[in-house]
């Protein structure tokens, strides 16, 4: 993978495709207005918003290739890669960009709130697909923005004014985040039923050889979310996490397997362990006996 573009400083992206340059430490591009750009990957070093219409085919998004229709946002934190790579063509593309530098928010409202804002936490494959009238609200606070961004810096509170213009956009993010998320956990039972479908292919394609147990990333990747949101979903609607969730599964399997009479180190091979020891300890953790209990256990029944 190789970077195109590092926006170190919030104008340089601006920059970079020929958008006006407004405040030292705040940045809004209109792509409408930009005409025809070519493709970057980006790495981000300050906070970024990117609201468009449609975003490009196989674009990288934190560790994942993302993949959208219409009205939606991705949101970046410093240190975040993000964009599609050049690939020598150009495209017009529609919608918003704010690009803001960790310094300008420092001491400000907005810094106290960053860890709530839980868009900012996605990793991969999860972006805010808005409504209509989102993508209305969000296009309007933008234009706000750059309405102010574009007056003399010397009239009266004009960064305190930018500052809760960004904060403004930043709590409309937040009630959408949590609007797609309500709607995401009324859905939980069809994300439960195929997490457990993604379990059982997991192994019966024999996964587990090559790549150990099931990790969470991998789960959360096959459902098209993000491990963050995932564990959101799962937690809400089992009250456990997605680890714990695959620490029952492959217990429940490990019964199965040594009622079946294998022996212990042949079950700890088959479920993925590297060592028998390892599956030894997590299986009495979850269950409170070792593997050798329980077949005693259940042979004395």
Not at 118 to 147: C, G, K, P, V
Request: with cysteine; hydrophobic share 35%; charged share 20%.
């Amino acid at each position: 993978m190789t970077i195109d573009l590092y926006i170190n400083e919030a104008n340089d992206y601006a920059q970079d495709i020929g958008a006006p340059v407004y405040h030292p430490h705040v940045s809004v591009i209109h792509y409408d207005e930009v005409g025809e750009i070519r493709h970057t990957l980006n790495r981000i070093n300050c906070y970024g918003i990117f609201l468009q219409r449609e975003f490009p085919e196989g674009l990288t998004y934190g560790i994942g290739t993302y993949h959208e229709g219409d009205g939606s946002l991705i949101a970046f934190s410093p240190g975040q890669i993000g964009g599609k790579q050049d690939d020598g063509t150009r495209r017009q593309y529609h919608g918003w960009v704010l690009l803001f530098a960790g310094e300008f928010i420092r001491g400000a409202g907005i810094e106290q709130n960053l860890d709530s804002y839980q868009f900012f936490s996605y990793h991969s494959n999860e972006a805010l697909i808005l409504t209509i009238e989102e993508w209305d609200i969000l296009s309007q606070l933008m234009a706000n923005l750059r309405r102010e961004l574009a007056t003399q810096s010397q009239a009266f509170g004009h960064d305190d004014i930018i500052r809760n213009h960004i904060l403004l956009i930043l709590n409309y993010c937040n009630r959408f985040y949590h609007r797609q998320y309500e709607e995401r956990s009324a859905e939980g039972s069809d994300i439960l039923s195929r997490f457990q479908q993604v379990l059982v292919g997991y192994y019966l394609q024999g996964m587990q050889k090559t790549d150990g147990l099931p990790s969470v990333k991998y789960c959360a990747s096959e459902l098209c979310l993000s491990p963050s949101y995932f564990g959101d979903i799962i937690r809400d609607a089992l009250g456990e996490s997605p680890k714990d969730y695959i620490r029952g599964f492959v217990v429940m399997r490990a019964k199965n397997l040594i009622l079946s009479g294998k022996t212990i180190d042949q079950v700890a091979n088959e479920l993925g362990f590297e060592y028998p020891q390892h599956f030894t300890r997590m299986f009495k953790n979850v269950t409170g006996q070792t593997p050798r209990q329980f077949f005693d256990s259940q042979r004395k029944k």
